[in-house]
């Protein structure tokens, strides 16, 4: 167990509709990815927050955006749901240290979103 | 879009084999990671090798890269069958204060007992 939890477990939506997954960070972890893994591929990073700020972005539209609470947990949202919005969003939190190398994300289990 | 490539994509092997993975990347790197993943849930951090070490092991694995070729290798040794899962490789490239990873599609293990 990484200590990181995200709600809910399961989630079904219909196309159009908007949805917020929630994730709690490890503790002393100042900084939350988020990730979505669609079936049989690996996780895509979405984005990840620092400080309460957007810290870096993949190739996600703007319908998806996040926050980042003072006590470092943390929102995905996702408005207009298309049906390829179907997948796996995992967070992973991490304790961001400026000199590279050595930055461990921990991994949450995930919430599965089905969108009809 | 993927950095990593993990070859094989599927394997199969009997209790108490060694399994290997591979994985190969496109750009520089700061480390490489490698995860597990059971049933589509949670990622599970196995091991990190820096891009100045060139081997590293922590228990029954086994962790190697190249940055010349720009390819990792997972080593499982004496496998069991808890060891059925996906592997993922990941990268950290990123630069600047952003970080991130980028994952490959997996290779996924199943250790028949």
């Known amino acids: 167990e990484t200590g990181v939890t995200q709600s809910p477990t399961h989630l079904i939506k219909t196309r159009g509709q908007q949805v917020t997954l929630r994730c709690s960070s490890q503790?002393?972890?100042?900084?939350v990815s988020w990730y979505q893994q669609a079936l049989g591929q690996g996780p895509q990073f979405i984005f990840q927050?620092?400080?309460?700020?957007?810290?870096g972005r993949g190739n996600f539209p703007p319908r998806f955006s996040g926050l980042q609470f003072p006590n470092y947990s943390s929102e995905l949202n996702v408005n207009a749901l298309e049906l390829d919005d179907s997948a796996l969003y995992l967070c992973a939190s991490s304790f961001f240290a400026r000199v590279a190398g050595d930055n461990e994300q921990f991994f949450g289990p995930g919430t599965r979103l089905t969108v009809l | 879009s993927q950095q990593g490539e993990e070859d094989p994509q599927a394997l199969s092997i009997q209790e108490g084999e060694n399994a290997t993975m591979n994985c190969s990347y496109k750009?520089?790197?700061?480390?490489l990671q490698w995860y597990r993943q059971n049933s589509g849930r949670g990622l599970v951090h196995l091991i990190l090798?820096?891009?100045?070490?060139r081997e590293k092991h922590s228990g029954r694995l086994r962790v190697t890269l190249d940055t010349s070729k720009k390819s990792s290798s997972l080593l499982i040794t004496a496998s069991r069958a808890a060891d059925t899962a996906s592997y993922f490789c990941?990268?950290?490239?990123?630069?600047?204060?952003?970080?991130?990873?980028?994952f490959g599609k997996g290779t996924l293990l199943t250790v028949n007992p």
């Open positions: 090798i820096r891009s100045n070490e």
């Open positions: 990941a990268t950290d490239n990123s630069g600047g204060s952003n970080y991130k990873l980028t």
């Open positions: 927050y620092y400080r309460e700020e957007e810290n």
């Open positions: 503790s002393g972890h100042n900084t």
């Open positions: 750009t520089s790197i700061n480390n």
